[in-house]
C-alpha cells in the first residue's frame, strides 16, 4: 500500500517539530527516514502510526484518509506492524503468546491464530520457539519475535523505529540484512527510521533526509551519496570534502589557485563543490584537477587507510580513503579530483555538522 503525507504539522509547546512535510511512500518500497537526533523521525512514523495528530495537513494510505481536519482512523484499523528500539514484548508470556496477543484481541478463532503464529516464526526464522520464555532469547532473537509480532496480523505497512539501535554491531548488520531480505520477499511498504547513515544507505529503496522537521533530501542511495543536493546532506550522508570557489566565464570552478572542472559547468557568484574521500586518486602526471598534497595525517580504519592531505594550490586539507591493501603513501604527493565525482552543490545550502 502507498502512503502519502502532505503538508504534516506538528508543534509541542510552541517548537514546530514538523513543518508542512510532504512526502510519498511507494507501494512495496522501503523508504528510511534518516535524521540527527530530534529531527522529528518519532515523531513522523507515531503520525502514520495514529499514535500522535498532526495538527495540519493529511495522510493518506492507499485510497483512504487516515487523518486529515476531520477525519481520524485509530491506529489498531489502519493495517500496521510496528516495531520499536525497546522490543516491548510481555515477559510473562512466551513467544507464542506475545505474537497471539493482538489476534485474539481481534476476535481471531484459535486454530486460525495458531496458524498465523507458527507462519510468523518461521518468517522470523524461529520456527519452533513457541513455548520459549522471553527471557531464554538472545537479544537478536527477541528482536525477531518483536518482528514476527508486527507481521503476525498480515499487515499492510511495516514502521520500524531504530529497531536495531539496542544491538552490538555485528548483530545489527545481521538483523539489519534479514530485516532488508524479509521486507523485499514479502514486498512490504516499510517506513524505518534510523539515525544511522550506515544503516540507511544499506537496506533502503529511498532516503528521506530529515533536518530541524523538514524533509531536505530524497532519493535512492547511490543518487544521494553521489550527489546530495545540500552540504548538509552531503555530510550527514558520508565523509566529504567540501570545496568554496568562485565559478570562471568556462564553466570552472576556481579554488585557491586552481580551476577545476567539475562533474557539470558551473556559474554563479560562489560555487560549492563535494567530492567523496574515496574519489580522489594518487597520480604522478600533472593536468586539469590535479594538485600536489603533502600527506599531514595517516589512520589505518582496517580495510580502509584515510589520509589526510595539504592540498596546495587550493590551500585546504583534504581527507582520501584507499583500500589498505595499496602500498602506503608518505611525503609530499600529487592527487587528482576526477572531474566526474566533483559534484556541484547549490551555493545556498544549509550550514551542516562540521563531522
Ligand atoms: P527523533 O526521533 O528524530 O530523534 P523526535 O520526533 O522524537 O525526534 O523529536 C523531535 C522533537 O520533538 C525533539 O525536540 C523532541 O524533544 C520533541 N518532542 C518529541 N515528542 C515530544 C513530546 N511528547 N512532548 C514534547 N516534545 C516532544
Ligand atoms: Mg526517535
Known sequence: MNIRIEGVTKSYGGQRVLDALSLAV?????????????SGKTT?????????????????????????DTAFVSPQRRGLGMVFQSYA???????????????????????QITERVDEALVT????GMQRRAIHQLSGGQQQRVALARALVARPR?????????NLDAGLREQMRDEIRALQQRLRITTVFVTHDQTEALAMSDRIALLHHGRLVELGAPEQVYAQPSSEY??????????LTGVPEADGRVRV???ALRAATAVTGARAVLMIRPEALLWTDAAGQNTVA??????HMLGALREYTVHARELGVALVLLESSDQPVRAGQQRLALPSTALCPLPAETIAGPSA
Not at 495540519?56 to 487523518?67: C, E
Not at 510481555?90 to 478463532?109: F, I, K, S, T, Y
Not at 546532506?233 to 567540501?242: S, Y
Open 26 to 38: 511507494h507501494e512495496g518500497e522501503l523508504l528510511t527516514l534518516l535524521g540527527a537526533s530530534g
Open 256 to 258: 585557491g589557485a586552481l
Open 44 to 68: 513522523l512514523l507515531r503520525i502514520l502510526a495514529g499514535l500522535e495528530r498532526a495538527e495540519a495537513g493529511r495522510v493518506v494510505f492507499g485510497d483512504t484518509v487516515v487523518q486529515d
Open 233 to 242: 546532506a552531503g555530510r550527514f550522508l558520508g565523509k566529504a570534502n567540501v
Open 293 to 298: 598534497a603533502d600527506i599531514t595525517q595517516l
Open 124 to 127: 522470523v526464522g524461529l520456527a
Open 157 to 165: 505497512v511495516l514502521l520500524c523505529d531504530e529497531p536495531l539501535s
Open 89 to 111: 514484548l510481555w515477559p510473562h508470556l512466551d513467544v507464542a503468546g506475545n505474537l497471539a496477543l493482538a489476534l485474539r484481541e481481534q476476535g481471531m478463532p484459535k486454530p
